[in-house]
């Protein structure tokens, strides 16, 4: 059994360089993998995040920094029995984030497609896929609250909740 802490758009060091405590209770404990879908804004929180647990991300269209150059557009992949898909939700074509993170990783027969960009917690099934769009952390917009997702994957089953906090 494996335990994922998901956040996207954290926008740092814009909303400040130190996670919520939320986050930080969180990747203190008891976490496998941490995955970014996005919009880091700074190196600095990749290399925080790191220090607590593997980290896959991506790159958002925020990410102007020499360093994030490097980062993939698109991550796959397979932990346990789940192949997962991520991506930032900006690129591609179709008339909302979810619909564009879709038709990006269609072809990649993901069980899990992780998302970013809009800063909305979102979670669907789209045929047997299933999309996943954590919120923020730290950047909420237009939400009530900050949130952030975590994912539960044992052998081939995934289990997979918002957390929100003020």
């Not at 335990?3 to 203190?28: A, C, N, Q, Y």
């Not at 979810?98 to 990783?105: D, I, K, L, N, T």
């Not at 996943?132 to 995934?158: C, L, M």
Request: neutral net charge; proline residues 5%.
């Amino acid at each position: 059994m494996k335990k994922i802490l998901i956040i996207s758009d954290t926008h740092m060091p814009k909303k400040g360089t130190v996670f919520p405590e939320p986050i930080l209770d969180i990747v203190r404990k008891d976490i496998d993998y941490i995955f970014h879908a996005g919009d880091w804004t700074t190196q600095s929180v990749y290399e925080e995040l790191k220090t607590y647990a593997p980290v896959y991300g991506v790159k958002g269209n925020v990410d102007k920094e020499d360093w994030s150059k490097t980062l993939p557009e698109k991550v796959l992949v397979s932990i346990e029995d789940v192949k997962i898909a991520m991506v930032h939700g900006h690129l591609g074509k179709g008339r909302s984030t979810p619909e564009r993170a879709y038709r990006g990783c269609e072809r990649d027969s993901a069980d899990l497609i992780i998302f970013g960009h809009s800063h909305i917690p979102f979670h669907d099934l789209y045929g047997r896929t299933v999309l996943f769009n954590p919120g923020s952390p730290t950047d909420k917009r237009r939400q009530k609250q900050f949130s952030y997702g975590i994912a539960v994957i044992d052998q081939s089953t995934i289990t997979l909740n918002h957390h929100y906090f003020s």
